[in-house]
């Protein structure tokens, strides 16, 4: 390349640079392409809603840089997406080339959606209970009723696989056909650092309660209420070098437009993640995390008590091989405590998010999920 044609290239992507970045100062939006798939809300109740989404008009969608056909028959039994708490559900339907739910639709299921809501300190009495014996069973009611069909399938990710779990736990549904649970920790005492803590300080932790006779239980929620940014900052902290480098990628892509609309998107869903209700914090801290009760097979949810073995439908769990959260072991858990037959553990390329929603999901999480639901769905 001559020097003058240099010269310009580089002053074209200055100029771009100046431009796109005072576009992003004042209509960040325009660079946010996730939730662009068109759905009906069949159901509100308060924060939480539930999302049917319509059929794709293509014949063919783009997964990443590969085309996928759209099946035009759709699947007897409908599935249903559960996100976790602390992101939106915007994670399902991330970019248009990188979205759980239009690939599902694309492969001939009838795709309904979770959306627990945008969380602030004023939903701090939102316990494991909402969600678990409130929303949940409403939730699956308005499904079935929508869709025709009792059986349903779950494909959850993180905590959505472990609200997913206690439901079944809970309700003993017998209608629920299928469930998938992605990168959830089911035993976290064996999860990484964390869990070796949470480990350490279970039987110190029990013995302080019942000396003192006191329990994080009796303490007000407003006072255990997560904020967002708590949130996104411990997941940034997983990664440090990591985020530093993405950074700077993004400064020396400042000029392409396209290559910014993906990287602010996928910031999103770290930078603003939702608060963690100060009520459910408190159930998890005791039930889940101290006292490792799910990994254990038995949990109290408020007055009625989770027996995992229960659950009869089959189940397909993952694990990334590089989460830094979630270990393999502590993902692996949710096949021990359910009595299912048909049951299968997958161990996949990416860590927490990669492992759901990476680039690299599509051929792995994703396509291993729709090929094992195939020829359960009929």
């Known amino acids: 390349m001559k020097r003058g044609n240099i010269v310009a290239n580089v002053a074209e992507k200055a100029l771009w640079s100046v431009i796109n970045t005072a576009e992003r100062k004042l209509f960040g939006e325009n660079f946010i392409i996730s ?119 779950i494909f959850s990710y993180c905590m959505g696989g472990l609200l997913s779990l206690m439901y079944a736990a809970v309700s003993g549904d017998k209608h629920i056909k299928n469930m998938i649970t992605v990168a959830s920790p089911v035993d976290m005492h064996s999860s990484g650092v964390a869990g070796q803590v949470l480990s350490t300080i279970y039987r110190p932790a029990q013995i302080i309660s019942q000396l003192m006779n006191i329990s994080l239980l009796d303490l007000p929620a407003r006072y255990l209420h997560v904020p967002g940014w708590v949130n996104s900052l411990a997941f940034k902290l997983t990664s440090p070098v990591g985020n530093v480098v993405n950074y700077f990628e993004m400064l020396m892509n400042m000029w392409d437009r396209e290559y910014l609309k993906e990287h602010l998107t996928m910031s999103q869903w770290f930078n603003e993640m939702v608060d963690y209700p100060g009520e459910t914090i408190k159930g998890m801290a005791v039930h889940m995390m101290i006292n490792n009760r799910m990994a254990k097979g038995k949990m109290k949810i408020g007055t009625e008590q989770a027996e995992f073995k229960k659950i009869e439908c089959s189940i397909l769990a993952f694990a990334g091989d590089s989460d830094k959260l979630v270990s393999t072991s502590a993902a692996r858990k949710a096949l021990d405590i359910v009595s299912s037959e048909d049951k299968e553990f997958c161990v996949v390329p990416g860590g927490h998010a990669g492992v759901f929603a990476g680039a690299k999901a599509p051929g792995n999480t994703w396509a291993i999920s729709a090929d094992w639901l195939e020829s359960r769905s009929n």
């Open 35 to 153: 939730n662009s798939t068109p759905y009906d809300v069949i159901y509100r109740d308060r924060i939480m809603s539930v999302r049917h989404y319509l059929p794709l008009e293509e014949s063919q969608i783009s997964v990443g840089d590969d085309p996928l056909e759209v099946n035009q028959n759709t699947y007897r039994v409908p599935l249903v997406l559960v996100p976790p708490l602390a992101a939106t559900s915007m994670i399902f339907d991330l970019m248009p080339y990188r979205s759980v739910v239009r690939y599902f639709l694309a492969k001939g299921f009838d795709v309904y959606l979770i959306d627990w809501g945008d969380v602030t300190e004023d939903h701090s009495d939102l316990s494991l209970e909402t969600y678990v014996l409130e929303w949940m069973p409403a939730a699956m009611q308005q499904i079935r009723k929508v869709s025709g069909q009792e059986d349903v399938s």
